[in-house]
């Protein structure tokens, strides 16, 4: 299994996002088996944070294995699927933070009115690793809710082919493809087109 290390080299940062995307992705593999090494395993995630990198790195779920779905609700909700049956956990995050102290809340009104200083920026490092190392120390039983589903899979990744759009001259995948004036057009030249006819 890719460790933390990993996964802050991949996405750049360490933060408590990515911490929580480490804890979720573990919790599916320990739940579900291995790795996904292609399609296997499926990931739908709720949310575009920083946790979403860790899932990939961790699980084998990525956009572009086309194994990784991202529904974009603002939940820290991720759903974990198994080829072919369906059968997968969601995981909730249920987690609360220690509530900050005054000298804490402070420093995050003086960092959004944006003071940059030594002082604050210290404070806040410190306290995001203090909650970094906490969600990677806590109990799965703490973190999140996990429960067991059954859900309809999305369709596998297709390969199609690639045409050329009569307007910019780009390639497009054929589907993503639409007949404009007797012309395969791509998706941003028909709306510069429908602009031009505005």
Same mark, same amino acid.
């Given at each position: 299994?890719?460790?933390?290390?990993?996964?802050?080299?991949?996405?750049?940062?360490?933060?408590?996002?990515?911490?929580?995307?480490? &804890?979720?992705?573990?919790?599916?593999?320990?739940?579900?088996?291995?790795?996904?090494?292609?399609?296997?395993?499926?990931?739908?995630?709720?949310?575009?944070?920083?946790?979403?990198?860790?899932?990939?790195?961790?699980?084998?779920?990525?956009?572009?294995?086309?194994?990784?779905?991202?529904?974009?609700?603002?939940?820290?909700?991720?759903?974990?699927?198994?080829? +072919?049956?369906?059968?997968?956990?969601?995981?909730?995050?249920?987690?609360?933070?220690?509530?900050?102290?005054?000298?804490?809340?402070?420093?995050?009104? &003086?960092?959004?009115?944006?003071?940059?200083?030594?002082?604050?920026? &210290?404070?806040?490092?410190?306290?995001?690793?203090?909650?970094?190392?906490?969600?990677?120390?806590?109990?799965?039983?703490?973190?999140?809710?996990?429960?067991?589903?059954?859900?309809?899979? +999305?369709?596998?990744?297709?390969?199609? +082919?690639?045409?050329?759009?009569?307007?910019?001259?780009?390639?497009?995948?054929?589907?993503?493809?639409?007949?404009?004036?007797?012309?395969?057009?791509?998706?941003?030249?028909?709306?510069?087109?429908?602009?031009?006819?505005?």
């Amino acid at each position: 299994m890719k460790n933390f290390e990993e996964v802050v080299q991949f996405h750049g940062h360490v933060c408590p996002g990515l911490a929580f995307g480490f &804890r979720v992705a573990q919790a599916a593999l320990e739940a579900l088996g291995d790795r996904s090494r292609d399609e296997e395993l499926v990931a739908v995630v709720e949310n575009r944070s920083c946790a979403v990198d860790a899932i990939q790195v961790v699980s084998g779920c990525t956009f572009g294995k086309g194994n990784l779905v991202v529904r974009d609700y603002g939940k820290q909700v991720y759903t974990f699927l198994k080829r +072919p049956h369906g059968e997968g956990v969601r995981i909730s995050v249920k987690w609360i933070a220690p509530p900050e102290d005054q000298e804490m809340t402070s420093c995050w009104q &003086r960092f959004s009115q944006g003071d940059r200083s030594t002082e604050v920026m &210290r404070a806040i490092k410190a306290h995001k690793g203090r909650k970094i190392q906490a969600i990677l120390q806590a109990d799965m039983a703490e973190l999140f809710e996990i429960r067991r589903v059954k859900e309809q899979l +999305p369709e596998q990744a297709r390969v199609y +082919p690639s045409i050329r759009c009569a307007r910019c001259g780009e390639k497009v995948m054929e589907p993503m493809a639409l007949m404009v004036d007797d012309r395969l057009l791509c998706l941003p030249c028909v709306e510069i087109e429908k602009g031009v006819e505005s």
